[in-house]
């Protein structure tokens, strides 16, 4: 790996362990049945993965649970939802082995995007409004395609930053979008994290609806390779 690849990676990884072990030295009272059920739909988009054409990564549905945590139980809920699937997207049938650095520079991105995402829809909007989930999955998305363009291109990808931007972007934009406005829509449903669970029929539709989109976007994905 290249130097300066090393030196980004690392200060990634470290901040995103440092935001990790601010979550849980901050962490608030909360629900834990909703806390539970988030982080379960959240590992389970983790396995429906989706590559992304044109880059060595994929893309999967997790920004969803990401996001109706971090508008509905804080950040810090968020970032350790967030830290677990990325860990289990990386090891779940990866092409390659990843090497520990490579697990800990996703899970830190992972981690960033939704806090960030988070400080800054608060910044722009009350917590739980609609807007705010579209707002914290725009932010979600930047903050992932900037960390993630830069690594490869600093990996020797032999393509400008500015094109891999462009593609990471043009590739999951919608799909993070998709998910902003679902995390928005659940969260109007009802006061679905004010008591102790959640309802199982909740829970159930919101995986059928994460599968789904992870199939759409499969879908999309192979007729653009096959030229369909």
């Excluded at 983790?46 to 508008?71: D, E, F, N």
């Excluded at 800054?120 to 807007?131: D, E, H, I, K, L």
Aim: positive net charge; hydrophobic residues 60%; contains cysteine.
């Amino acid at each position: 790996m290249p130097k300066q690849a090393l030196l980004f990676a690392s200060i990634v990884a470290l901040a995103g362990a440092g935001v990790v072990a601010a979550a849980c030295v901050s962490w608030p009272p909360l629900a834990i049945g909703p806390f539970l059920a988030l982080a379960g739909l959240a590992l389970l988009a983790a396995t429906l993965k989706v590559r992304i054409p044109g880059v060595t990564g994929a893309i999967s549905p997790v920004a969803a649970p990401i996001l109706l945590a971090a508008g509905t139980l804080g950040w810090q809920a968020a970032a350790l939802i967030a830290a677990a699937s990325a860990m289990l997207q990386c090891v779940w049938r990866p092409k390659t082995r990843p090497s520990l650095l490579q697990v800990a520079f996703n899970l830190a991105t992972m981690t960033l995007a939704a806090v960030l995402a988070t400080q800054a829809a608060n910044f722009a909007t009350p917590p739980g409004a609609f807007v705010w989930f579209i707002a914290a999955a725009i932010v979600f998305q930047a903050i992932n395609v900037v960390l993630i363009s830069t690594i490869l291109c600093l990996l020797g990808e032999g393509v400008s930053l500015q094109s891999l931007w462009r593609n990471c972007h043009m590739w999951s934009f919608p799909y993070q979008l998709a998910a902003g406005l679902f995390a928005g829509l659940w969260a109007q449903a009802g006061p679905l994290m004010a008591g102790s669970s959640m309802p199982l029929g909740a829970i159930a539709l919101a995986a059928g609806v994460l599968y789904l989109m992870n199939g759409f976007y499969r879908e999309i994905v192979d007729r653009s390779l096959s030229g369909a």
